[in-house]
């Protein structure tokens, strides 16, 4: 099948995030790297994804697992060549599926050649390209991001006796946007890889790229307008590719990254992500319809791309302290899980491994407005080891059967870049993909079922609006995605307990709800309220049909 040539095809796909490392090591080093990864394409097909995003790979200490580079123009040779990077590309893109990469662009790892040069003294030409100061109290009351281990965004370096500033870790020097030349740099690192054939970027830590004193350094005009100029470069030169930002912000913020469609194509939905979990929590709809109302509308050709987790914590930057408590007090218990201002678990484990409670979430991400984004193994149900340190507990070997290492690698077990997870309820040897796909019944199964309908109804939960119906129970999450006339509607229990909800359909009168997994029908829709019982964490999607069947269908 060749790669369709539709211009927004990101809102018509699901995406899957997977660091090369962990899905599948063809080499038997322990690391996963490119050709395991072309390995496994099939699965990604099998399971309804069009869409991957690669976790950064290229050459890098792995301070920062590859958020620290060290070498824009290579790749880390364990991960394997640029060859193999192209062999995966046009693999992918046979069958149907788009391949974007992490873009980091705010800082560089002290490895990196440009900060060696910088270090040589204060007139060397590379100088200028991190951001130096003789004191550290610049900028001051600019917030730390990894809190528990910066205590400042200043390093002092002693060679040449003047601090750096630095957003993340210490060993990450910010790149200093102001140089001209800094801002060329990244166009061609841009380019070189988009003339691979690669099909976009998520651009990693968007909104610090600038420093002006008086301000808290994030989301500068002069930010929005570096990444302008990206998107004009990416519009003319390579038409067809796509940027989405990574910008944790509060959602006037977060939407300002899509401009007036000149500026990214997609932003995570950072926002929405936390509140659907305080919505759980709390067994409130409140929170996600709040939420949504402030994160749109956003202009036409732009999408949220919606995540439940990823590969760092579950971030609580953006909620109120209230809100922070409750999601500590929910799905944090033992310190250990926390990070940062963040959570460190994966999704199952989040929600107590329970089944309702993962089909409602994965049902949400595939039904709200938005482009979902699939965290890799989540679909299974995988594990987490929050022991690990960092955020590794949720970067572990992919778990492909129940086979040595969980199939990824035939590396001895001491080898691999990380143990796989043991835990005895998410243990490899039920929790993988070959012993999920001979069950029927498994997540997976579910998962790729609801890939499947998602893809059939693609341009209403695609491209429709959203509309939240009112009702009297606040537990009850109603909306309606509508396009061209046609209508779906999603109804959440979020509550642990059975409920009931009565919903004012009658502007639908004469349609007849069709369950949109199994195709079951439900009565006609009348003039009196429609009623609904729904069991503890149960969903219904219901395309509203012409009653053109029998009573009895
Ligand atoms: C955001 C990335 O998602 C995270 O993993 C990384 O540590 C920071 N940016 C710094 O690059």
Not at 197 to 224: I, K, M, Q, W
Request: charged share 25%; with cysteine.
């Amino acid at each position: 099948m060749p790669l369709d040539d539709s211009k927004l095809w990101y809102r018509d796909a699901i995406f899957y995030e997977v660091p090369i490392k962990s899905f599948y090591d063809s080499n038997g080093d322990g690391i996963g790297d490119f050709a395991g990864m072309t390995k496994k394409l099939d699965y990604l097909k099998d399971l309804g994804i069009n869409g991957i995003w690669l976790l950064p790979f290229y050459k890098s200490p792995l301070k920062d697992d590859g958020y620290d580079i060290s070498d824009y123009y290579s790749i880390l040779p364990e991960y394997g060549t640029i060859e193999d990077f192209k062999i995966l590309i046009t693999e992918a893109h046979a069958r149907n599926i788009r391949v974007i990469a992490d873009l980091v662009l705010n800082h560089v790892s002290d490895q990196n050649s440009w900060f060696r040069e910088a270090l040589k003294g204060k007139d060397n030409p590379k100088r200028d390209w991190f951001v130096w100061s003789d004191d550290d109290a610049k900028y001051s009351g600019v917030r730390v991001i990894f809190s528990d281990t910066e205590m400042s965004n200043w390093a002092w370096e002693p060679k040449t006796k003047q601090y750096y500033w630095h957003r993340f870790y210490s060993h990450q020097p910010d790149l200093n946007y102001d140089n001209p030349e800094v801002r060329e740099e990244i166009k061609n690192v841009v380019r070189f890889w988009l003339d691979m054939g690669l099909d976009g970027f998520r651009c990693d830590a968007v909104p610090y790229l600038f420093e002006r004193e008086g301000t808290s350094c994030e989301n500068l005009p002069e930010t929005h307008e570096y990444f302008k100029e990206l998107r004009k470069l990416v519009d003319t030169e390579f038409p067809g590719t796509i940027l989405l930002a990574e910008a944790n912000q509060w959602p006037t913020d977060a939407k300002a990254y899509f401009g007036n469609e000149d500026e990214f194509h997609m932003a995570f939905n950072f926002p929405l992500m936390p509140r659907i979990f305080i919505a759980l929590a709390t067994e409130s709809a409140a929170p996600i319809v709040n939420i949504i109302n402030q994160t749109l509308p956003i202009p036409p050709t732009c999408d949220w791309g919606i995540f439940l987790r990823n590969h760092d914590e579950l971030t609580l930057e953006m909620v109120t302290d209230e809100e922070r408590d409750i999601m500590y007090n929910e799905y944090a218990k033992l310190p250990k899980m926390r990070l940062n201002l963040g959570i460190r678990r994966r999704l199952a484990p989040l929600v107590d491994n329970d089944r309702p409670t993962i089909e409602l979430l994965y049902a949400l991400l595939l039904s709200l407005p938005g482009t979902p984004i699939f965290y890799y193994g989540d679909e299974l149900g995988m594990g987490d080891n929050i022991y690990l340190g960092d955020r590794n507990g949720v970067r572990t070997p992919m778990q492909w059967s129940f086979d040595r290492n969980a199939g990824f690698s035939t590396a001895d077990t001491e080898q691999l870049y990380s143990p796989p997870i043991t835990n005895p309820n998410y243990h490899y040897e039920t929790v993988n993909v070959e012993s999920e796909l001979r069950l029927p019944t498994s997540l997976l199964n579910w998962v790729k079922k609801m890939t499947r309908v998602r893809s059939k109804f693609s341009d209403i939960l695609g491209h429709g609006d959203v509309e939240f119906l009112q009702h009297k129970n606040r537990r009850i999450l109603a909306y309606i995605r509508t396009i061209d006339g046609r209508n779906m509607l999603c109804i959440f229990n979020l509550s642990r307990r059975p409920t009931y909800v009565e919903l004012d359909l009658s502007r639908f009168k004469g349609l007849r709800p069709v369950e949109a997994i199994t195709d079951a029908k439900f009565p006609a829709i009348g003039d009196l309220p429609y009623f609904f019982t729904m069991p503890p964490r149960s969903f219904f999607w219901l395309s509203l049909t012409e009653n053109d069947f029998k009573e009895d269908d």
